[in-house]
């Protein structure tokens, strides 16, 4: 009783300091350190910061775990715990024989952290009771996330452009190349993706994309192949024109993003967050209700026929009311992920005015 109860003030602590931004990782991730200071707050650790951009631009330019973990040891890149250890912070693990071999995990987690953006990210992971010491991914819903509360490493554009990477399969071919578009092609007659189709022999104007619904003999009855100079070019031009476009019609742009579309969108995010309140507020008063309801059972005021039925519908109205609450939580977060964010598109097209 007394470690149950010493785990639930524990696990309260941690919900408040969680819940009001602190940071709950006792070390911060690899590319940062504790503010001497403030050690409450991160600030940026330049040579570590270096190499966390140089494993974001290696994906970016194609290479997968296994890769950039290779890049990295023929580099001779100190892996984090080995790193930590030499800064005389404190380390989990025990000191390996080769101090330069990173783990395909480690950039897997690396690549995924939206502490790089300047986040503090908080409850990703829990534990079912102090009786296990199994780590338990929570749902991203419930996870709780304060922006802008240290200094970036990782611009915002590029995250995105990894995390987009990430989702999709990206084979090397047999010469251990990975095109810049494997991975994003799909026919678009049967949605089956596209395979990059190279050899030894070719030149680079030769080298193609082929759907495999046709090779695999499922979806398409031709190949549909386009070869990878005429893609670059067809894309190449596409953002060119839509750069051009911006550039020179900034103003329209702005407000044709901002247009009746975007102030719907916000109307619906305003409707749906009253009602968001107002559910919870009634889940509140539906549990003070049933308390009531006890009370009075208890105090021979309320039959047991009667106290059963009413606390049974009140229930219900509560589980629906959670229910509820759930779907729009999860519509929120998708609308508000899918709005446009119309000046992180001006200013990347500034950046890239000549694009080649």
């Known amino acids: 009783m007394y470690a149950r109860d010493t785990s639930k003030k524990v696990r309260a602590t941690w919900q408040s300091k969680g819940r009001s931004g602190e940071h709950l990782n006792p070390m911060p991730p690899y590319g940062y350190m504790k503010n001497p200071e403030n050690p409450k707050k991160w600030i ?51 000191p390996t024989e080769n101090i330069y071999r990173w783990s395909e995990e480690t950039i897997s987690r690396m690549l995924e952290r939206i502490d790089y953006l300047g986040h503090t990210l908080n409850f990703r992971t ?24 240290h200094e970036a490493i ?29 991975g994003l092609m ?67 742009f702005i407000r044709e993003a901002s247009d009746n579309s975007v102030r719907e969108q916000d109307r619906e995010l305003a409707a749906k967050k009253d009602a968001l309140t107002k559910s919870e507020k009634r889940i509140a008063e539906l549990d003070l209700i049933i308390k009531c309801l006890y009370e009075d059972n208890v105090t021979g005021k309320l039959t047991d026929e009667r106290f059963i039925k ?30 446009t964010n119309v000046k992180s598109f001006i200013a990347a097209t500034k950046k890239y005015t000549d694009l080649q």
């Not at 046709?214 to 670059?232: D, F, Q, W």
Request: proline share 3%; charged share 30%; net charge positive.
């Open 310 to 339: 009413l606390s049974r519908d009140y229930e219900r109205e509560q589980d629906e009311q959670k229910a509820a609450i759930d779907v729009t939580r999860r519509e929120l977060k998708e609308q508000e992920r899918s709005r």
């Open 126 to 149: 829990t534990k079912q009771s102090y009786k296990s010491k199994k780590i338990l991914l929570n749902d991203p819903e419930d996870w709780a996330v304060f922006e802008n509360t």
């Open 44 to 94: 940026v650790d330049e040579e570590a910061a270096a190499i966390v951009q140089k494993v974001f631009s290696l994906c970016v330019d194609g290479l997968g775990p296994s890769q950039i973990a290779t890049w990295l040891e023929n580099n001779r890149v100190l892996k984090p715990s080995t790193y930590m250890r030499e800064k005389g912070l404190p380390v989990s693990h025990a």
């Open 186 to 252: 799909y026919c678009a007659d049967c949605g089956n993706i596209m395979y990059h189709c190279r050899t030894k022999n070719f030149e680079k104007r030769q080298e193609y994309f082929s759907c495999s619904g046709y090779r695999k003999k499922r979806g398409c009855a031709s190949p549909h192949t386009i070869r990878n100079v005429v893609l670059e070019k067809i894309v190449l031009q596409n953002l060119r024109e839509a750069i051009a476009y911006v550039s020179r019609y900034e103003a329209d």
């Open 154 to 182: 990782i611009e915002e554009s590029i995250f995105l452009i990894v995390q987009n990477l990430r989702k999709s399969k990206r084979r090397p071919t047999k010469m251990g190349e990975t095109d810049m578009f494997s």
